[in-house]
């Protein structure tokens, strides 16, 4: 079982930046592809980034490629979601997720709470 809580979300204004944060437990984290979805009110949950085992493949959803990187440091059992340029449609809450299969699209074996974020324009 592994657990995942996710902190860096907030308020931000359009054009700034956040670093999301995800802390694992409970589990072997280099077994897990990770990822970070996210779920705006009203609409699905969206795939929009996700990290190889060893963290040298990472894959974005086109509507943050350029704009995002998401890295892992297997030490720490923790993953990151740097975010800049961030627009109005970004807002969301943001959950982290580990998965056995599939370093990208929605699917998961385990996922955090989640954290809030809030573009203004």
């Known amino acids: 079982q592994v657990q995942l809580v996710e902190s860096g979300g907030g308020l931000v204004q359009t054009g700034g930046s956040l670093r999301l944060s995800c802390a694992a437990s409970?589990?072997?984290?280099?077994?897990?592809?990770m990822k970070w979805l996210r779920q705006a009110p009203g609409k699905e949950r969206e795939f929009v980034a996700g990290?190889?085992?060893?963290?040298?493949?990472?894959y974005y959803a086109d509507s943050v490629r350029g704009r995002s990187t998401i890295s892992r440091d297997n030490a720490k059992n923790t993953v990151y979601l740097q975010m800049n340029s961030l627009k109005p449609e970004d807002t969301a809450v943001y959950y982290c997720?580990?998965?056995?299969?599939?370093?990208?699209?929605?699917?998961?074996?385990?996922w955090g709470q989640g954290t809030q974020v809030t573009v203004s324009s």
């Open positions: 997720a580990a998965a056995r299969t599939g370093v990208v699209g929605n699917g998961y074996d385990y």
């Open positions: 409970g589990g072997t984290f280099n077994m897990y592809y």
């Open positions: 990290i190889s085992r060893g963290g040298g493949s990472a």
